[in-house]
């Protein structure tokens, strides 16, 4: 089985290029599942069911949620294994711009749109600077000026990727994103030695731990303070 993971931020669009890349990756018998990762409620499990894809939903609740998919690798690997999946795709909540859901040796994809603004590239840390696949929708909304200067900051704050353009309600672009995804993918050899491309933020403070209280003397364990 192989395994890749999509992330991005909210509404770039991660459901509908997910969508219509498996409508291509079915075409020629590869059975595809999806895991969706969120926090308190998500309904993109029925656009997948709706859309004839297996999928199991995961939602995080007080925990970070890219935490939480990193808790739970072990388990959505033995349910891809368990229903005899040729590709498992994970998609994040992708509400931490900090954070980095990738594994190491596993395809990693970051999709993002035009609409975000020009400078929304350099707000986001590991999740789109560690991408090996940069997907950016919504260039249809947007002039082909502002399509080049989005692209251009994309690339200049991760140059290794290769960045793709798609049209993620027309499907537009998925057919040829498919075939690279089948090309790059990796299979799962060792599902026990999977490692994370960049460690989590570090956070354990007194709020994390259920209080309420705001002031100095209330705060306790890793603390940041503004500049």
């Known amino acids: 089985m192989k395994f890749i993971t999509f992330s991005g931020p909210p509404s770039s669009g991660k459901s509908s290029v997910i969508i ?6 079915k075409a020629d018998g590869t059975k595809v599942g999806v895991v969706k990762f969120d926090c308190l409620y998500t309904d993109d499990d029925i656009l997948y ?4 894809i297996l999928v ?15 808790s739970n690798i072990e388990e959505i690997i033995n349910w891809g294994e368990e229903n005899e999946l040729d590709i498992l795709i994970t998609e994040s909540a992708g509400l931490c ?11 990693g994809i970051c999709v993002i749109d035009n609409l975000s603004g020009a400078y929304t590239p350099m707000k986001i840390g590991p999740m789109l600077r560690n991408a090996d696949i940069v997907v950016i929708t919504k260039g249809d909304i947007v002039s082909q000026g502002e399509r080049e200067v989005f692209a251009s900051k994309v690339m200049a704050v991760n140059p290794r990727a290769t960045v793709m353009n798609i049209n993620g309600l ?12 089948k090309e790059k993918s990796t299979s799962l050899d060792d599902k026990k030695n999977l490692l994370l491309r960049y460690p989590m933020p570090t956070a354990l403070c007194s709020y994390c731990l259920g209080e309420t ?6 705060q306790l364990g890793n603390v940041k303070k503004i500049r």
Do not use: W
């Open 49 to 52: 069911k709706n859309a004839g």
């Open 213 to 218: 209280r705001v002031g100095e003397e209330y």
């Open 56 to 70: 199991k939903k995961g939602l995080s609740g007080g925990l970070c949620p890219d935490h939480f998919f990193v």
């Open 170 to 181: 027309s499907g537009q672009g998925t057919y040829e994103f498919s075939m690279i995804l």
């Open 97 to 107: 711009n900090r954070c980095s859901p990738y594994l190491k040796n596993i395809l």
């Open 20 to 25: 219509n890349t498996i409508k291509n990756l």
